[in-house]
């Protein structure tokens, strides 16, 4: 049966001393992009360290793990990628930043990107960084090992496969498109995805992360560029198909143009199940929070609008939704970090109490 959460606030006293607190447990989030690490960033406050600060967090993460897409073929990590045959390392920097304990410098160093120079101009620090670590090391796992412990991050970070792999998507047109930056500037709706090549091993550890989880996250982030690609590798879908934790797809704030135009939430989770053969998604997350007029204006320019929440739809799907405001407008929409980390991990009980029943 479907059930809809809608987040209450916080009515515990301030300054009081009585603390509700969960065990501490595991969490896997799967995908990419910039929503990917706006997750992580909120989630990593929450991660315990040691011991014996147990007794103390509130909602405490024993591990945190981000299995990574490695599919982006664009920018410096696309540069660094055919250049130097390896994996493109721009979205897992992103996600070792979000994690990072000191993002105001040494994130901001990582973060930085070059704009002059011969060979130089477009690539960003810590992808040269990385890239230079896997040849030193001649390891790309090693590499993110040694690159984490620089940054002190708060959890795991694991690509989810060490194959040279790349998006091929067959559009509603009947065209073939390769790589994931012509898909992305394609506007012709998607019909299906796929990888080139088509069987890839996923990284093992990634595996054992997600059969250990307690909580499996998947998005926010493009649905065909940042989501469905770890999706794609059969061993990791089955992995998430057979884990008896709650597994929770957080929905976008607006459709991407091209990717999703026109596409509700539940066309969200029918697009994953097309492609994955077992259910994958127990529950949804949400925003109910309206945009602003002018920020709602300047996306519909560009073609993007707010994914409509259609509840009837998702009922059929048998999905709970979990609604909250989630939104924080500045220049740009992105979710507010802190907020939905807060509701994940405040709900992750009685999600897994409703899927248990």
Do not use: W
Request: net charge positive; with cysteine; charged share 20%.
């Amino acid at each position: 049966m479907n059930t809809v959460f809608c987040s209450q606030p916080n009515m515990k006293k301030r300054g009081s001393s009585t603390k509700t607190l969960l065990p501490s447990f595991r969490i896997v989030a799967l995908g990419g992009g910039t929503g990917l690490s706006t997750l992580l960033r909120g989630l990593k406050e929450h991660v315990v360290r040691r011991p014996d600060e147990l007794a103390t967090a509130e909602r405490p993460i024993a591990d945190l793990a981000a299995i990574v897409t490695v599919t982006d073929d664009g920018g410096s990590s696309g540069r660094l990628r055919r250049e130097n045959r390896i994996l493109p390392p721009g979205d897992i920097r992103n996600c070792m930043v979000a994690l990072s304990k000191d993002e105001a410098l040494m994130g901001r160093l990582f973060q930085y990107r070059f704009h002059a120079g011969q060979g130089l101009a477009g690539h960003n620090f810590g992808n040269l960084f990385l890239a230079a670590l896997t040849h030193v090391t001649g390891d790309f796992i090693e590499a993110i090992r040694v690159t984490s412990k620089v940054l002190a991050i708060r959890g795991r970070i694991f690509p989810s496969t060490l194959s040279n792999v790349h998006l091929v998507a067959k559009l509603e047109n009947g065209r073939v498109v390769h790589g994931e930056t012509r898909i992305s500037a394609s506007r012709v709706p998607i019909q299906r995805l796929g990888l080139s090549p088509s069987r890839v091993p996923p990284l093992p550890a990634a595996i054992e992360a997600i059969d250990q989880a307690d909580l499996i996250l998947m998005g926010p982030g493009s649905l065909y560029t940042s989501v469905l690609p770890n999706l794609l590798i059969p061993e990791i879908a089955a992995a998430i198909a057979r884990s008896k934790a709650p597994r929770v797809y957080i929905a976008n704030l607006m459709t991407q143009p091209g990717e999703t135009t026109g596409y509700g939430l539940a066309d969200h989770l029918c697009a994953i199940q097309k492609h994955v053969p077992r259910r994958v998604i127990d529950c949804v997350v949400a925003n109910r929070q309206a945009i602003s007029p002018l920020v709602a204006r300047r996306y519909r320019s560009e073609g993007a609008t707010p994914v409509a929440v259609d509840l009837e739809a998702l009922k059929n799907l048998g999905c709970r939704v979990i609604l909250d405001d989630l939104v924080e407008e500045h220049t740009v929409l992105r979710h507010n970090c802190q907020r939905l980390s807060n509701l994940l991990l405040e709900d992750f009980l009685r999600i897994k109490d409703e899927i248990s029943t």
